[in-house]
């Protein structure tokens, strides 16, 4: 390799030379040679060259995977031949099953590599190879047949060694004859080494597919023949896909037995109180454990195992006999959201640095800074406990992001328990060989983080989703049904809408107004009239199940279809709630093309046997954030906040006060309040009730989802023409808040408040004691301060449209978490940790500086 290497760099140079010399032409009688020619001759010729190195490469490979292939075969005739004697070392069938289609492999490979070394040693512009290629791709149902007697051969070949120590002898020591330019003569090589080289031998063809097109101009007759040959190959690597590796999830016990790999991945242990990341390994009859250990540079990773569980003695949390949740730390939420902002600043900065002449160094710097910020979110974010038993008593917990990450977990382990296992007790030798292959095994390589990640794959979506759930087909029996809607978010997943429960059925159509509703409205409704009007806009609230969900750079959406449990007696001790069953769970993947399409775009997920039809379509940050002044002046929505209070003869506008009065009556408990979206299309029957000043908005409000209503007041606010702190004063509080003396920001920021117009003030003030009572039931409803702050302050604050582009405060799309919004959110925070503020003692107080802003 070193030598082509060395030839590909003398072609180069040769090559560069040539465009020098060829560019000093002179004043001849000739015309000279254009540039575009000369440069697309030169194109050709370099591809040429090229892809006569990369045959020659593939070439010489081939040598030594024939030679392979021939040391397989040097022990299997005699061996054949001993079997129908008296003292066989195998018998026919044994060897037969361990050397299945390897002679026809041997021919199949040696017939190529006879046609193609003439074609390279006669190389010139005119050789073809894509006939060869073709012909070589169509014979790969010879290697499908090797695959699916691959995993039997290797189990053959092992307890053929271990019953017969002259076959082990012959099996460990195969001599592979070297390449014929080689100083090497031969190499010891084992049998299960040499019995895996096929497998690796289709995916290097199809590697070599794709150079050889990279370097084929698309004119020559050999680039329809390669393309057909590469797609021969992909298709067959995908029909195998699951079986291309066998010996990558599979490692022998000394017992001769395979034990597979079946789950592995990163997860949160509380070990000690404290919370440490694991790499769980999910085997065949066991649970293993384990952490990364420190090596010197240059050594390979290693894992150290921590503990582990025969599946046969492993139980789950048990509902009576559990002992109590031990104390699980968990940070104020605050300096979660504050981590994901430093995290979003440091991408901004590395994509800078990119583009700058000699940032790379710095790049590599900031990536590394970012990687251990992302670790320290994924440790420290999730919540969702997930505790396992040994029989012995001892137990352990996991913390997870995700309702469907431990759904899996626990679904993994029950399948492979319904098998009849046997409990396993591993010496220190055994759980040692053990824990070293779990290296090589893993199928979760890295933990999710942006820094592993290429830099071509997709950043992910940054906006709003809108997704529609429809219907669900496919229950046994009738349920109380529900689902759940999550995305992923620096790299792990969130809840983040809920559709209503459609009770008593086998196919809920949330998308339907039930019989039970109409008629509930006829009784209390008798006028024909207000009768009409009531089940039109029930109609239209329940057409669609349509929820608006927030992405931060997500790729995947989640739907959780779950059985409703109303008995108490189902109390789970590890996160104090009631445990809904969880009947089925999806995931599709957010394709940027298919998603950012302005019509929705339809699709269903399967589940166990369930389908959920759904709808979604997205809308950019930019676009669904600006504040536009309604038309219409006669509404509430979109029109300024003194001209409402002004018609209505009120200080605070009567939707502020009816949607507060509302939560507080019956939402101040729901978890996740004002952070879980409610249904839009629910949320814009209620605008188009308070648009219209209907005098049945009561009757509505008391029908509606709470979460519903807890997103008409957020929209509300949210469509001011400019925020309810005003476009003038926001640069003050943007410098007010970055004040590092306590007294001097107490000063600014009460001038600030006390300078806002009337209505804007005693509107704040409502909305500020709401909220403190809100986040006063946070041990039930999980809403601390600083979650209302996030979700309220951009909200209450951010700049107009015209005003948001003169000091350009909105930021980019993908920069949601900026140093505004997390200034944003501080303002709020700060009067919402502020003792009572009382609007008479606020206009009392008389501060000394100018109230000029």
Request: charged share 25%.
């Amino acid at each position: 390799m070193e030598d082509e290497e060395e030839e590909v760099l003398c072609y180069l140079d040769r090559v560069l030379e040539e465009e020098e010399e060829e560019s000093e032409y002179g004043d001849g009688e000739l015309e000279p040679i254009t540039t575009t020619h000369r440069q697309f001759k030169g194109d050709i010729e370099k591809g040429l060259e090229m892809k006569r190195l990369v045959l020659s490469g593939f070439l010489a490979s081939e040598e030594i995977y024939i030679n392979q292939l021939e040391a397989l075969l040097l022990p299997m005739r005699p061996l054949k031949a001993t079997a129908t004697t008296s003292q066989p070392v195998l018998t026919i069938q044994q060897v037969e099953t361990i050397f299945y289609k390897i002679q026809d492999i041997f021919e199949i490979h040696k017939e190529f590599y006879d046609a193609l070394l003439p074609s390279i040693q006669q190389w010139d512009e005119k050789v073809t190879v894509g006939h060869l290629f073709q012909k070589l791709a169509s014979q790969l149902g010879v290697y499908k047949a090797f695959v699916d007697n691959y995993k039997v051969a290797l189990e053959t070949a092992e307890k053929c060694s271990q019953a017969n120590s002259q076959f082990q002898k012959i099996s460990e020591n195969l001599k592979v004859k070297g390449p014929k330019d080689s100083k090497v003569c031969t190499t010891t090589s084992s049998m299960e080494a040499l019995l895996y080289k096929p497998i690796d031998r289709v995916t290097r063809s199809t590697l070599v597919l794709h150079d050889l097109l990279k370097h084929t101009p698309k004119d020559h007759p050999d680039f329809p023949l390669l393309q057909d040959a590469l797609r021969i190959s992909q298709n067959f690597l995908s029909s195998i896909n699951e079986e291309i590796d066998p010996r990558r999830t599979a490692v022998t016990t000394p017992k001769g037995e395979a034990r597979q790999l079946v789950k592995d991945g990163f997860l949160v242990e509380v070990s000690e109180s404290s919370r440490k990341l694991r790499h769980v390994f999910l085997f065949t009859d066991l649970l293993l454990c384990a952490k990364m250990k420190k090596t010197a540079v240059g050594r390979h990773q290693q894992y150290e195992c921590k503990w582990y569980i025969p599946l046969a003695d492993l139980t789950f949390q048990t509902l009576d006999d559990s002992d109590a949740c031990p104390s699980i730390q968990v940070l104020p939420e605050h300096e979660i959201e504050e981590m994901k902002i430093k995290i979003s600043v440091l991408k901004n900065e590395i994509q800078k640095e990119k583009k700058a002449p000699k940032g790379q160094s710095r790049v590599e710097r900031l990536r590394k800074k970012m990687n251990e910020q992302e670790s320290w979110l994924l440790l420290h974010s999730p919540t969702i406990p997930f505790r396992i038993h040994n029989k012995h008593g001892k137990s352990y917990l996991f913390l997870l992001s995700s309702d469907y990450e431990r759904s899996e977990w626990r679904e993994s382990i029950q399948k492979l328990q319904k098998k009849d296992l046997q409990s396993c007790v591993l010496s220190s030798v055994e759980l040692q060989v053990l824990t070293s292959s779990c290296f090589k095994l893993r199928t979760v390589h890295n933990i999710p983080v942006t820094g592993n990640k290429d830099d071509e794959e997709t950043p992910g979506l940054y906006g709003f989703l809108h997704v529609i759930v429809h219907s669900a087909k496919g229950f046994e029996q009738s349920a109380n049904l529900y689902c759940t809607l999550e995305v992923d978010s620096f790299g792990y997943f969130v809840s983040k809408a809920k559709t209503r429960v459609f009770r008593d059925t086998t196919e809920p159509q949330w998308n339907e107004v039930s019989r039970k509703d109409i008629f509930f409205s006829f009784l209390i409704f008798f006028n024909c009239a207000v009768f009409i009007f009531i089940v039109l806009l029930v109609y239209i609230r329940v057409t669609a199940q349509e929820f608006e969900i927030e992405l931060e750079g997500s790729q995947y959406l989640r739907i959780l279809c779950y059985e409703k449990c109303y008995d108490k007696s189902m109390l789970n001790k590890d996160d104090n709630e009631i445990v809904d069953k969880i009947m089925g769970k999806g995931q599709v993947q957010l394709d940027p093309q298919t998603v950012q399409s302005k019509n929705w775009h339809m699709d269903v997920i399967e589940m166990n046997g369930i389908k959920v039809e759904f709808s979604m379509k997205f809308t950019s940050r930019d676009l669904s954030l600006k504040r536009t002044p309604s038309k219409k002046q006669s509404g509430v929505f979109g029109v300024k906040i003194n001209v409402v209070t002004k018609r209505e003869r009120s200080k605070v506008p009567y939707i502020v006060r009816q949607c507060i009065e509302e939560v507080e009556k019956r939402g101040i408990d729901e978890v996740g309040i004002y952070r879980i979206s409610g249904v839009a299309t629910d949320i814009q029957a209620l605008k188009s009730a308070f648009d219209t000043n209907t005098k049945d908005i009561l009757v509505m409000l008391s029908d509606m989802d709470i979460n519903a209503i807890a997103g008409t007041l957020k929209l509300y606010f949210r469509e001011l023409p400019e925020p309810l702190l005003t476009d003038r004063l926001y640069p003050a509080f943007m410098e007010g808040i970055a004040l590092s003396d306590p007294a001097a920001k107490e000063n600014c920021m009460m001038h600030l408040l006390r300078s806002l117009p009337d209505p804007n003030i005693m509107t704040f003030l409502t909305l500020l004691e709401h909220l403190k009572r809100v986040a006063e039931k946070e041990p039930i409803n999980k809403m601390s301060l600083h979650n209302l702050a996030t979700v309220f302050g951009p909200t209450l604050l951010r700049p107009s449209e015209s005003e948001s582009a003169k000091g350009q405060h909105i930021t980019s799309a993908s920069d949601i978490w900026s140093h505004d919004v997390m200034a944003q959110v501080q303002v709020l925070l700060y009067y919402l940790q502020h003792p009572p503020i009382s609007y008479a003692e606020l206009k009392r107080n008389t501060l000394y500086f100018s109230t000029d802003v």
